[in-house]
């Protein structure tokens, strides 16, 4: 893992180039508890800060994004140590921002909000869910605990890794920290999907299930970490059956990562071809009718596209190859046989002869430089094969 502050300047060039450049985004989004212990800050700053410069050392061809709301404690903590590293901010908010403003509990943690927004590449207001049932249990849930369970599911719908500044206990609060944990790996909130639509994740292995946990306390009562769980241990927690929790980045995300990060260094090295020769499915004119967002999933689809066609043409090509060189071998391995085993083989020693003759010929004719000798070589070469005796 690559640690310091050299580690950070390194990667701050390479972060804004890829920020220009199109790299396939490898998106994060943080869940956490506001009331975070003072004492613990610092040591979570610094596993966080790991965290971003391990995924920047293994994936250096993905731009990476973060998710954060900007609510005090954990969000506001993670997006100043990504800020810091160069990593994209992109804030979405369950509420208009007067309202959301109401439930900080320090000018100064407002304040600290204002900053880290106004440094992001992009903010927005999820859709107002007012009146609308997310679950069967959201009917008593108040229209504030709708808004946050909404952006819960949001965050957790949209990052490819869900960073949790968690104590390990589970809870039902409405977009509280557990709360987003378990739909991120369960894809569901309690009551909101029927068993088929659960069953159908029985069918695929379920890739979007990672967390990063660092463990943290809360500075409430009985606000130590969960059973068997120790304040700032850190680890990789998936639903994995055998090894949920793991210190090192299970395989399977591992070579999801590194296979979008191959496909993102192809997008961005043929980046001008692709824009010349791309087949988009939108049509220009529809670009200001449709919701933000699409024209990028065109574009990434055109990219697809087009390098897709590039490698059936590389592949067809090989093959095309391959054939060609089977035939030549296997035409030379018939000749060969039927060299060796023919009595009258000598007559081939001397077509083979002859045709060195005349290719030599040929040569000094066309280029002026064969030696005499050479010719003269295979002149006798050609004789004694005709004669049946060796050369003088």
Same mark, same amino acid.
């Given at each position: 893992m690559v640690e310091g502050k050299d580690a950070e300047q390194a990667s701050s060039g390479t972060r804004?180039?890829?920020?220009?450049?199109?790299?396939?985004?490898? !998106?994060?989004?943080?869940?956490?508890h506001r009331d975070l212990v003072a004492s613990e800050t610092a040591e979570i700053r610094q596993k966080v800060r790991e965290f971003f410069l391990e995924l920047i050392e293994?994936?250096?061809?993905?731009?990476?994004?973060?998710?954060?709301s900007l609510a005090e404690g954990a969000d506001q903590l993670v997006a100043e140590v990504a800020l810091g590293l160069d990593v994209e901010l992109v804030v979405p908010l369950p509420m208009e921002e007067d309202d959301y403003l109401q439930d900080f509990s320090a000018a100064t943690d407002i304040d600290k909000y204002k900053a880290l927004k106004s440094r992001a590449s992009d903010t927005y207001i999820l859709q107002n869910l007012s009146g609308q049932s997310i679950s069967p249990e959201s009917s008593s849930w108040s229209e504030r605990e709708r808004a946050y369970a909404q952006l819960g599911i949001f965050l957790a719908?949209?990052?490819?890794?869900?960073?949790?500044? @968690?104590? #390990?206990?589970?809870?039902?609060?409405?977009?509280g920290t557990g709360h987003v944990i378990r739909f991120h790996h369960d894809d569901i909130l309690p009551g909101s999907a029927s068993r088929?639509?659960?069953?159908?994740?029985? %069918?695929? *292995?379920?890739?979007? *299930?990672?967390?990063?946990?660092?463990?943290?306390s809360r500075s409430r009562p009985d606000g130590r970490p969960g059973q068997n769980l120790a304040a700032l241990d850190s680890f @990789?927690?998936?639903?994995?059956?055998?090894?949920?929790?793991?210190?090192? %980045?299970?395989?399977?995300?591992?070579?999801?990562?590194?296979?979008? #990060?191959?496909?993102?260094?192809d997008a961005m090295r043929f980046a001008?071809?692709?824009?010349?020769?791309?087949?988009?499915?939108?049509?220009?004119? @529809?670009?200001d009718q449709l919701p933000p967002g699409i024209e990028v999933i065109d574009r990434w689809h055109s990219a697809a596209d087009w390098l897709a066609i590039r490698y059936q043409k590389l592949m067809l090509t090989?093959?095309?190859?391959?054939? !060609?060189?089977?035939?030549?071998?296997?035409?030379?391995?018939?000749?060969?046989?039927?060299?060796?085993?023919?009595?009258?083989?000598?007559?081939?020693?001397?077509?083979?002869?002859?045709?060195? !003759?005349?290719?030599?010929?040929?040569?000094?004719?066309?280029? #002026?430089?064969?030696?005499?000798s050479t010719i003269e070589r295979s002149q006798k070469a050609y004789a004694s094969s005709s004669t049946g005796q060796p050369p003088a």
């Open positions: 804004q180039d890829l920020h220009h450049s199109g790299a396939l985004p490898l !998106v994060v989004a943080v869940t956490g293994r994936f250096p061809s993905r731009r990476l994004r973060l998710l954060s719908a949209h990052c490819h890794i869900l960073l949790a500044l @968690w104590d #390990g206990k589970h809870s039902d609060k409405p977009g088929m639509n659960t069953a159908q994740q029985i %069918l695929v *292995d379920d890739e979007s *299930d990672l967390i990063y946990h660092i463990v943290c @990789w927690f998936t639903k994995d059956e055998r090894e949920p929790r793991s210190a090192t %980045l299970p395989s399977q995300h591992q070579n999801i990562f590194q296979r979008s #990060g191959e496909f993102s260094s001008a071809e692709i824009e010349l020769e791309r087949y988009p499915l939108l049509d220009p004119d @529809w670009k090989t093959f095309r190859l391959i054939h !060609v060189f089977a035939f030549a071998m296997g035409m030379m391995f018939i000749l060969y046989t039927d060299f060796a085993t023919r009595p009258d083989s000598s007559r081939y020693s001397c077509w083979l002869s002859f045709l060195q !003759v005349r290719f030599s010929t040929t040569a000094r004719s066309e280029a #002026g430089t064969e030696s005499t």
